[in-house]
């Protein structure tokens, strides 16, 4: 990498690249306290999220039965979850009988090994690839570089932060921590072969992106994507996409692997007219998206001749036991969550410390990564045990979710589970005013009193706001003044109207 | 190395503990399973046009004798790939080049050629979708995607309203590929900018009658 | 009809005005109004903040206390609170049940039944929107995320809004998006809690209005605050002080 003297250098985010794509940083408080001085950052996430969701909402309000497509959305991602064996072993002969040949990967260094072994098979040093969330969770590019192969990102945001060095903001739109100079700053210095006298303007970036990119798409041996849905009675797998990327990967090559994680599965192709309805509209806020590419195993004489498929558990199976929590792998990736999330809008995605981010994130990662299970993360002040508090459960997420999964629910829940983790361990100040409030708030006598307390304090300030209080209050008075008290208490108050 | 069936065993065997007595879900679909509008009806058309545009796509509606001066028109490029099944008498008024995939074209010599002319298995009105399914006059899908311009004819019988209209009609083991106006990205900014990898210029013959 | 307030734990020590409007407005408008002494919390902080199995005693407090409408003592509760409401609605029976009491679950869902929102009591149960108030000022509306989207209680606040005698509505800007309290949050993510105030207490701002109003003592808590320390003047105002205001009391906003 090159700096040159003069020229403001674009630093990677995060500044060290992580260890574990699901698990990095402080927890999420501490990283929000980062991004959240950001003031670039944060113009350029409220302009795109506000952009995408009235996009979102505009053309969701077009279909008058688009409560029933969610409905049916749900019913059938809860229906494959509840089938999942039986689907997966149906994939898998269907795809083999068309000519696919099917792995099966516990996590994600055994996924790495699979797919690292078939491409050095080829005999390929560089492969192209589609965007996919599943091969950026299991770090699957630098398993590649590794074993000296170079993975391509062909997708304009992923070789963005590709070249950036960065880790993805955003599912949909992994650079939308970007903006444009800083993309022109990353072309021209990382991509070797930008334009001389390149503009910062969204058409030359793109234009730029298509020229660095033609060529290796054009000598690509072997192409790596991921996958939107797989049928499982035809074998049957289909990558939505915009920029066209997605085809040049799925055609061009002689050999493709997808990877894809076992929640992908869907029963028949009837179902693609539920999910490819929902998912552009949620997704990119459009009707339908540019290209949809759908292949069953091989194809003589047409696209890529070799075809593996990699069916990914690393952690599924673990967020599938818990009965509330398991409804995260209904998700389609479609990322409204995070445009309607008003935390993600001020924090950004790089906060939630993992590939997933938002309020999917939120319920997802900690699920992956067993939050509160026997040596798994737990409690509020873990990079991923924080990750369910990092809500207010405004319920926005919920209602725009296509396939009506339930995060606030889920994240309750997930909340429970980080803070109570098996066994015994000594209670944490939170635990132990928790437990003082709940003797407190479970008696009216007690409450009584408590009310009767702050209107002495109240009488005793006489109507004047307080502008300070200490630790913990401090961290509401930061910006806002506590509250003017009353003067008397409720209970007097109705004690003496009762009297009336 | 790591034993395949091992993972496999041990993946299934995890979600069936994960899955212990859970209980089959009903699917009700109480979505439209049909469009309102009638396949190949003018409504139809109008939409599938509209949408089309919206998406900025060039459309140019036309009767079936008027096919092959229409092509003509919008293939004023030096060269043009057509696949095998497509109708020889739209081919009548070219002047590009005509380039067939017989022998197969290699991908630089796709990707030198101007333009590529087909038909479509299935159009969705109320999406601007054209699907491609590899049949006649459609040709291996690396043909429909090197090529800067795709000149696509639709004909009126094979425009349907909406998308489970689409999947009814077609069969999903074929080699897919759905178009909905030309390639495009939003990943500066989310300003849209449209033509990247795939052909920058869509136009869509709507042949009525 | 007989209407038991369930003044919620927060207005209940902080915000004793939003309890006593609720009395005085359902009292003018001819009903008989209790206030259960045992009354304390829903239980919505503990099982929001992860502490579902120690809200267990809240939970069971706040149903035994309100039990007694299944006998016929009240024909209905009404909380100043639409996610207090919320809780009581959607959480305190699921609590119960997979804290292994399902009779406390039962009896929960019962009491759930009758229990209501101060919107949803005046238009669904009682069927007025134009409850005779007077409130000769300009005013924005914070419509609250639960109110929106755990209760749905849709335009409801606005209908009775809209009826009161003197007011001016002015359109509050990305109204509903969060205010930023959501609780503990508020405490464990100050920062982001801080951010997503400053806009909410922006946007109030902009309206140029004198009032604030939300149906939520908590969410108003959070924007006032903000506001306050703005020295913004904006004031702040529980639905039920607006509709409990008339000429002869007119609102003073502070508590009584």
């Known amino acids: 990498m090159s700096t040159f003297l003069g020229m403001p250098t674009v630093r990677p985010q995060p500044s060290r690249p992580p260890r574990d794509p699901l698990r990095w940083g402080a927890s999420f408080p501490h990283a929000a306290h980062e991004t959240l001085a950001d003031g670039q950052l944060r113009a350029n996430l409220r302009t795109a999220t506000r952009t995408i969701r009235d996009k979102r909402r505009r053309v969701t309000a077009e279909l008058d039965d688009w409560e029933q497509l969610r409905d049916a959305g749900a019913a059938i991602k809860a229906s494959a979850m509840a089938r999942l064996p039986d689907l997966l072993t149906q994939l898998e002969e269907s795809v083999t009988a068309r000519g696919g040949v099917v792995h099966w990967a516990r996590d994600a260094a055994e996924a790495n090994e699979v797919v690292t072994g078939i491409v050095r098979e080829a005999g390929a040093r560089e492969v192209v690839k589609v965007k996919s969330m599943a091969t950026q969770e299991i770090g699957l590019n630098e398993a590649l570089a590794e074993a000296g192969i170079d993975a391509i990102e062909t997708d304009l945001a992923e070789r963005i932060v590709q070249l950036a060095g960065d880790q993805p903001s955003h599912i949909l739109v992994p650079a939308i921590h970007r903006n444009r100079e800083e993309i022109r700053e990353i072309f021209t210095h990382r991509m070797g072969d930008a334009p001389e006298g390149l503009s910062s303007e969204p058409r030359e970036l793109a234009m730029a992106a298509r020229a660095h990119l033609r060529a290796r798409f054009l000598r690509a041996e072997v192409a790596i994507s991921g996958a939107n849905m797989a049928i499982a009675e035809t074998g049957t797998v289909a990558v939505v996409e915009s920029e066209g990327n997605g085809r040049m990967c799925l055609t061009l090559p002689r050999l493709l692997v997808t990877v894809m994680g076992i929640e992908k599965v869907l029963p028949t192709a009837r179902d693609l007219e539920v999910f490819l309805q929902l998912l552009p509209r949620s997704s990119t806020g459009e009707r339908m998206n540019p290209y949809t590419s759908m292949w069953t195993g091989v194809t003589p004489g047409d696209g890529p001749q070799e075809f593996h498929l990699v069916l990914l558990d690393n952690g599924r199976t673990r967020a599938l036991a818990d009965e509330l929590g398991r409804q995260a792998l209904h998700c389609i990736r479609c990322s409204a969550c995070l445009n309607v999330c008003p935390v993600y809008e001020h924090t950004g995605g790089h906060a939630y410390g993992s590939v997933y981010p938002g309020p999917i994130g939120a319920i997802l990662t900690p699920q992956l990564l067993g939050v509160g299970e026997p040596g798994g993360p737990a409690g509020a002040h873990d990079p991923t045990g924080s990750l369910p508090f990092a809500s207010t459960l405004c319920g926005a997420c919920f209602d725009a979710c296509p396939v009506k999964i339930d995060i606030p629910a889920a994240l309750v829940h997930l909340r429970e589970r980080s803070l109570h983790p098996p066994g015994p361990h000594a209670p944490s100040a939170t635990d132990v005013s928790m437990r003082v409030a709940a003797r407190v708030l479970s008696s009216g006598r007690a409450l009584r009193w408590a009310g009767r307390a702050v209107a002495l304090v109240g009488r005793l300030t006489g109507g004047r706001a307080i502008r300070w209080l200490p630790w913990p209050g401090s961290l509401w008075t930061r910006v806002r003044d506590a509250p003017v008290l009353p003067v008397r208490s409720l209970a007097a108050w109705w004690a003496r109207r009762s009297l009336r | ?209 | 009809m007989r209407i038991a307030v369930f003044a919620t734990c927060l207005v209940g020590t902080v915000a004793p005005r939003a309890a006593t409007a609720t009395v005085r407005l359902l009292e003018r408008l001819g009903h008989t109004v209790d206030m259960p002494a045992d009354q304390a919390c829903c239980g919505q902080m503990h099982v929001n903040t992860g502490y579902g199995p120690e809200a267990m005693g809240v939970i069971r407090n706040h149903v035994r206390t309100f039990a007694p409408v299944l006998d016929g003592r009240w024909d209905a509760i009404v909380a100043p609170s639409g996610s207090c409401v919320g809780s009581i609605r959607h959480q305190q029976a699921d609590v119960a049940r997979r804290n292994g009491d399902d009779r406390l679950a039962r009896t929960a869902e019962q009491v759930s039944a009758r229990t209501y929102e101060l919107s949803e009591l005046l238009v669904d149960v009682l069927g007025v929107t134009d409850v005779g108030a007077w409130f000769p000022h300009t005013v924005t509306y914070h419509p609250t995320c639960h109110s929106l989207r755990v209760l749905r209680v849709g335009d409801r606040p606005r209908q009775l809004l809209e009826a009161v005698e003197g007011i001016e509505l002015r359109e509050l800007g990305e109204a509903e998006q969060c205010c930023g309290f959501g609780g503990t949050f508020s405490l464990k993510n100050s920062e982001t809690s801080a951010a997503m105030v400053t806009d909410k207490a922006d946007e109030v701002v902009a309206t140029g209005a004198e009032v604030v109003a939300a149906g939520d003592w908590s969410c108003l808590l959070n924007i006032s605050g903000a506001l306050d320390r703005r020295r913004t003047g904006v004031r702040a105002a529980h639905l039920a002080e607006i509709l409990a205001s008339t000429r002869d009391e007119p609102w003073q906003g502070a508590d009584l």
């Open chain 2, 1 to 209: 190395m790591t034993a395949p069936s091992t993972a496999r065993a041990e993946m299934l065997g995890r979600i069936r503990r994960a899955l212990g007595q859970s209980r089959s879900v009903e699917v009700e679909r109480h979505y439209h399973r049909t469009g309102a509008l009638v396949a190949g009806s003018g409504e139809v058309l109008d939409l599938l046009a509209e949408r089309l545009e919206d998406y900025r796509a060039t459309v140019v509606r036309t009767d079936a004798s008027a096919v092959p001066r229409v092509v003509a028109d919008l293939l004023d490029v030096p060269s043009v790939a057509v696949p095998d099944g497509v109708p020889a008498p739209w081919l009548a008024e070219l002047t590009a080049e005509v380039r067939r995939d017989e022998p197969a074209l290699t991908h630089a010599e796709l990707d030198d050629t101007a333009a590529v002319l087909t038909t479509c298995r299935v159009a969705i009105a109320e999406t601007g979708t054209v699907v491609l399914d590899g049949g006649p006059g459609q040709g291996r899908r690396a043909l429909t995607l090197l090529p800067d311009r795709h000149v696509v004819v639709v004909e009126a019988d094979q425009v349907v309203h909406s998308v489970p209209d689409a999947i009814a009609r077609l069969d999903v083991t074929r080699p897919l590929t759905w178009i909905s106006g030309p390639s495009a990205t939003s990943d500066v900014e989310l300003v849209r900018v449209e033509g990247v990898h795939g052909p920058r210029d869509l136009r869509v013959v709507l042949v009525d009658g």
